[in-house]
């Protein structure tokens, strides 16, 4: 310690009230642990003063306020180091003096405390749904955390992208349900008890929706007619965007979320498995003009927010507002974010929600070259990082196929969800769109290879996949919007009546639907991601959109797993298949030929009769071959696999593409099989007996294995 | 915070009282640090400690750290319930053998 005391700058130059302090450091941005005390460093443009408030943790009134002064600041940046400071119990925050000019941009408050945009962590909700005190004068508070985490040799996996099944998950929601008999329920301890499962059924990523700091209560009601309390649930609304959420830590309200959030990565990784966040940076919590100010908005709202003409808020996310993403210091300010994620937390990759947003100019208009996401792909902390698009946004901008990728990011393929869906419940003149999908959509991504789109048939938006089968139309009544919310183009069928029946045909027409949906997912080029729960049928009663809703509709019911255990099974089977088979796992698109002389090539297409495929409006019948010697693109070797899909509610006869001499057909999956099991274990494929008259069952998938 | 610490044949041992936590850790570390020396066996009696902070659990994890340089090992005698769920919770737990008794840890290896 000896020579750090040498330094002069870890010594006090001011006091006031008994505090010690001197000039700061400008870089990084937030509070930083220094010997002897904590460098707070903050940027704003337009403000004319600024002051740091600091409390004890959780009492009323600040302990002291010291004003920056005017030699303190360099640039538009306040820096200050503050001595001797509790930095377990401290929270600070600052407060801004300037301009409150609207028509301008500007809405300085001097009244407000604001939290840090680079707080480590936010005290205010540190236990899930904790009544607030609503009459708090700060109630997001910044607080300080640890940086020291024993990660021991842990590091992101860098899993290839093509090999991953993502597992879209909601933190609260995987173990809140009293029957998931985890001890720490609702929380990242309560995920990492259920990592056995998630081994077993065979995924190696999970995306986790959002996790920045978050505030349950916000817009909040009673729901006009059951009276039941609706909140923020999904938690797309971000407070602050370098925060674990408190409330989703067992540990939270001790201020641990962070070495909680930590370790569960860990495991997760050290089992296999991945770790993706949703991340929006398209929005912030503090809505339009009629919002709260709580950090951004008083800090420097012309920065940090995108405005018309008038200083109103545009609002392409549909929510309020939207981040004025490239402007230059709020783009820092993102990768300043993901490289602390990727760094500090490990995080192996980021899906981006409305992620067209952030190739929008600070005037709303959509770049050619965003600057961000230039900035992102290029950048060498997270060079090694997934990074994934929503390409859409609420303000119509669809970019679904020429989102700016830079050769890396990648998007959530909107159409393949669209197609399956529309294929699977018998539209007319889907084969195309079929072939396309399970090719990796090569019309979509012709230069990018099959890992430009994550494929999916379900997610946290809309249906989950039994409903997708149980309903024609939403029923969002419980949401208490008179069902306005939510989308109405949702392609699903009903199979024959709306939601729960007893007949025993409709409801093995849903379950064998289901295992269509999965199997064509899982044998599609590109990368699978599954929505939790639909490999054990989980229901939301036809709602649509469950974002407010922090109850059954949302947590997981394990009892689903024994109930469907076949369901259960077919999912996990569809699983180790993937895994097991490169041939379905190939990085460039199929070039059509056979460039090896292996007597096929890389993909054949077929119908009823071998070569003969029928892409007409009136074919519902499709089935490709994939070449085992093109496995990886050729780099691998694997068994032949044959698929064949049928979406007419009859049966079809099939020809079988005849196998290399000495070659057999094994059945691994057939889902229209008569007695209920649906697929064989890998290697006790039994050979298919007559491969000039393979029956295909109505509405019906099989997957063969050449070998 | 007051800390007891007994040097036996078989290992360090130190008996906490009170609260672990920013105010404390820094005097617990010293106490600590230096009566391990080149032994390859501690053992922190916890029975008497109400409350570990985040601060806390990284003193009890840069003993473990030393130990850990001379393969030695860490032991933790004492843990209540609410003391080893926080532990869990924040996977410090998993670097340290804990034992419910004295005689149980001096005996283990």
Redesign the interface.
Same mark, same amino acid.
């Given at each position: 310690m000896a020579e750090y005391d040498l330094r002069i700058d870890y010594y006090p130059t001011h006091e006031l009230q008994g505090i010690e302090y001197r000039r700061g450091h400008v870089l990084p941005f937030g509070a930083t642990m220094v010997p002897n005390g904590v460098n707070f460093s903050v940027y704003s443009s337009a403000s004319t003063s600024c002051s740091l408030v600091m409390f004890e943790r959780g009492e009323p009134l600040p302990f002291a306020e010291i004003p920056f002064p005017e030699e303190f600041r360099i640039g538009n940046a306040y820096c200050m180091i503050v001595f001797d400071l +509790?930095?377990?119990?401290l929270e600070y925050g600052y407060r801004m003096d300037g301009p409150h000019d609207p028509a301008n941009g500007h809405r300085f408050d001097n009244s407000k405390i604001l939290s840090d945009p680079y707080a480590k962590a936010i005290g205010g909700r540190d236990t899930w749904m904790a009544s607030p005190d609503w009459d708090n004068i700060y109630p997001f508070r910044s607080r300080l955390v640890?940086e020291?985490f024993?990660w021991e040799h842990d590091r992101p996996l860098q899993i290839p992208i093509e090999d991953l099944v993502i597992y879209e998950m909601h933190v609260r929601s995987f173990t809140m349900h009293p029957s998931s008999g985890a001890k720490?329920k609702g !929380?990242?301890?309560g995920i990492r008890e259920k990592i056995p499962y998630l081994k077993e059924l065979g995924i190696n990523c999970v995306e986790l929706m959002p996790i920045y700091e978050f505030d349950e209560w916000e817009h909040s009601k009673l729901h006009s007619d059951t009276g039941q309390q609706l909140v923020n649930y999904w938690g797309y609304s971000t407070l602050n965007f370098f925060s674990p959420k408190a409330g989703y830590?067992?540990?939270g309200k001790?201020?641990?979320q962070v +070495?909680?959030l930590? !370790?569960l990565i #860990?495991?997760l990784h050290s089992n296999g498995i991945e770790v993706f966040l949703d991340v929006v940076f398209n929005h912030t919590a503090e809505g339009d003009h009629r919002g709260p100010t709580i950090s951004f908005k008083g800090i420097d709202n012309k920065t940090y927010y995108m405005l018309t003409p008038e200083g109103y808020y545009f609002n392409f996310s549909g929510t309020g507002n939207t981040l004025n993403c490239n402007n230059p210091v709020v783009r820092n300010m993102v990768l300043d974010c993901l490289r602390y994620w990727a760094s500090e937390y490990h995080i192996d990759g980021f899906r981006f929600d409305l992620a067209a947003i952030l190739g929008r100019a600070p005037d709303g208009s959509p770049l050619n070259n965003p600057p961000l996401l230039e900035s992102l792909a290029f950048d060498p902390v997270l060079a090694k990082c997934k990074l994934i698009a929503e390409a859409w946004d609420a303000g119509g901008l669809y970019q679904v196929g020429n989102f700016p990728a830079y050769g890396r990011w990648a998007e959530w393929n909107g159409k393949y969800r669209d197609h399956i869906r529309q294929y699977l419940k018998g539209d007319a003149g889907r084969v195309g769109h079929l072939a396309q999908a399970i090719q990796g959509s090569p019309w979509l991504y012709p230069t990018r290879g099959t890992t430009a789109g994550i494929n999916f048939i379900t997610c946290h938006d809309g249906f989950t996949l039994y409903d997708l089968f149980a309903y024609n139309e939403k029923h969002n009544q419980a949401n208490g919007e008179n069902g306005n919310d939510g989308c109405n183009d949702n392609e699903s069928w009903n199979c024959g009546c709306e939601g729960e029946c007893d007949d025993t045909e409709i409801n093995a027409l849903r379950y064998r639907q289901i295992k269509n949906a999965l199997t064509i997912l899982l044998v599609s080029q590109g990368v699978p991601m599954i929505y939790m729960g639909d490999e054990m049928g989980r229901t939301q009663h036809g709602n649509n959109n469950t974002y407010c809703h922090d109850n059954e509709l949302n947590w997981l019911n394990w009892a689903l797993k024994d109930k469907n255990a076949d369901l259960f099974a077919f999912a996990r089977h569809m699983i180790v298949f993937r895994k097991a088979h490169p041939v379905l796992r190939n990085r460039d698109h199929f070039t059509y030929s056979d460039y090896k002389n292996t007597g096929f090539a890389d993909i054949t297409f077929h119908g009823a009769n071998p070569y003969q495929a029928d892409f007409s409006e009136g074919s519902r019948v499709f089935a490709c071959m994939l070449n085992g010697q093109y496995a990886k693109n050729g780099a691998e070797t694997d068994d032949h696999i044959y698929i064949a899909t049928n979406s007419y509610w009859d049966a079809v006869v099939l020809e079988l593409p005849q196998l290399p001499g000495g070659m057999h057909w094994h059945t691994s999956v057939n889902t229209g099989m008569p007695n209920g099991a649906s697929y064989f274990d890998l290697g006790q494929e039994p050979v298919v007996e007559h491969p000039k008259h393979f029956i295909l069952g109505p509405r019906s998938a099989i997957v063969l294995i050449g070998k | 915070m007051k800390v007891t610490i007994q040097e036996t044949e078989a290992a360090v041992i130190a008996a906490i009282e009170g609260s672990i936590?920013? #105010?404390t850790a820094p005097d617990l570390q010293q106490s600590i640090l230096p009566v391990i020396n080149d032994r390859n066996k501690m053992v922190l009696d916890l029975t008497e400690v109400t409350f570990v902070?985040?601060?806390g659990?990284?003193v009890l994890?840069m003993v473990y750290?030393q130990l850990k340089s001379k393969d030695g090992k860490v032991f933790l005698v004492g843990v209540s319930d609410e003391i080893k769920?926080?532990m869990?919770? !924040?996977?410090?737990i998993t670097?340290f053998e804990i034992t419910s008794t004295l005689e149980e840890a001096l005996a283990s290896n």
């Open positions: +509790d930095f377990e119990s640890f020291d024993d720490y !929380t990242f301890a830590a067992a540990s001790l201020g641990m +070495d909680e930590k !370790t #860990k495991d | 936590d920013s #105010k902070s985040s601060a659990l990284r994890l750290r769920d926080v869990f919770m !924040t996977g410090f670097f």
